[in-house]
């Protein structure tokens, strides 16, 4: 099972809708989770931590399901400049420092 | 707004040769990582560094890699003995330590063409 896994895509949605993307994580003991988003051939950039109690940041919200290892992200009301990738990241089992980067959700947002 | 900086942009180099990718991280953190990422693939951990010494290390970090933190500024990855499949753009990072883990700040990356 691959240490943090996403579906790959790509969602194209049409300005203004609501999207959701998955991700599921192997090691148990990972204490951190964040979703990060990458533009094209650009430097990983975080977006949000994701707290157990669920966390929103304007039009983003961010969920955790430690039983079930999985994190979700929610993006409402979606806007041309969100088109990206979307990088779901948790740390590493024997370090706190050490992150473990999913391979991406690309998302597309149309006019 | 502070930020990670990296030089060069990008380097093409010949295979076998010695590449040294620079790095100068935000200036008041304390963590220093190097990541890696190859064209349509994940982005991959390959080293930590906290108070002038390797924290960990992926396997992919070998001992054609090294690193160094040579003044109060500069973090530096060293490839000996490039290969071909080192192609790749290296993300150099840094978090202030205080925060929780992962809120790292990246630079725009290094991209390295070996022929």
């Known amino acids: 099972r691959k240490e943090v896994e996403q579906d790959p895509g790509p969602f194209n949605v049409p300005e203004g809708a609501t999207v959701a993307f998955n991700c599921t994580y192997s090691n148990s003991a990972s204490q951190s989770f964040f979703w990060y988003r990458q533009d094209c051939r650009k430097e990983p950039k975080l977006l949000m931590s994701v707290y157990s109690s669920g966390n929103e940041d304007g039009r983003f919200t961010a969920q955790l399901n430690r039983a079930s290892q999985y994190i979700s992200l929610l993006i409402r009301d979606s806007k041309l400049s969100d088109s990206a990738t979307y990088l779901c990241v948790v740390n590493g089992m024997d370090s706190s420092y050490k992150l473990i980067f999913g391979s991406g959700t690309r998302l597309l947002v149309r006019p | 707004e502070p930020e990670v900086t990296q030089t060069p942009s990008h380097q093409v180099t010949q295979m076998g040769q010695e590449v040294i990718l620079r790095c100068v991280p935000i200036?008041?953190?304390?963590?220093f990582y190097w990541y890696r990422q190859i064209l349509g693939q994940k982005v991959e951990f390959l080293v930590s560094?906290?108070?002038?010494?390797?924290?960990?290390k992926s396997e992919i970090f070998d001992d054609q890699f090294s690193v160094e933190r040579p003044d109060g500024s500069n973090f530096t990855l060293k490839i000996r003995s490039t290969k071909l499949e080192d192609s790749a753009m290296y993300f150099c990072?840094?978090?202030?330590?205080?925060?929780?883990?992962?809120?790292?700040?990246f630079g725009e990356g290094s991209r390295l063409t070996v022929l």
């Open positions: 990072a840094s978090s202030a330590g205080t925060v929780a883990p992962g809120e790292l700040f």
């Open positions: 560094f906290y108070n002038n010494e390797i924290s960990e």
């Open positions: 200036s008041n953190h304390l963590y």
